[in-house]
């Protein structure tokens, strides 16, 4: 079995910085891409980041210029540094694994962790 955790999240101020990690482990032979969703009350979940394989990554437009997304492949490790946060970036974000496991490619997702922007 696959188990991804996340950690990071909280509450910080406008402009302020956050850094999310979510760590995959279990049996994995392969990672095809790491996402980043996040889902505010009310609203669909949408996605934020992707880094693939290759390493090229792409971005929602409302997060591009502050948002960065990384990986450590030695540790099954995705990140998300979040820079000039604003009160729209309120949200619980949730990490997404696209791997190779025992059986067919399938899709992980992290436990959720609240991002809150708040003065």
């Known amino acids: 079995q696959v188990q991804l955790v996340e950690s990071g999240g909280g509450l910080v101020q406008p402009g302020g910085s956050l850094r999310l990690s979510c760590t995959a482990s279990g049996t994995i032979f392969s990672i095809n891409a790491m996402s980043w969703y996040r889902q505010a009350p009310g609203k669909q979940r949408e996605l934020v980041a992707v880094?693939?394989?290759?390493?090229?990554?792409n971005y929602a437009d409302s997060v591009k210029g502050r948002f960065t997304i990384s990986r450590d492949n030695a540790k099954n490790t995705v990140y998300l540094q979040m820079n000039s946060l604003k009160p729209e970036d309120t949200a619980v974000y949730y990490c997404?694994?696209?791997?190779?496991?025992?059986?067919?490619?399938?899709?992980?997702w992290g436990q959720g962790t609240q991002v809150t922007v708040s003065s």
């Open positions: 997404n694994v696209n791997l190779h496991t025992w059986g067919p490619v399938a899709t992980y």
């Open positions: 880094i693939v394989s290759g390493g090229s990554t």
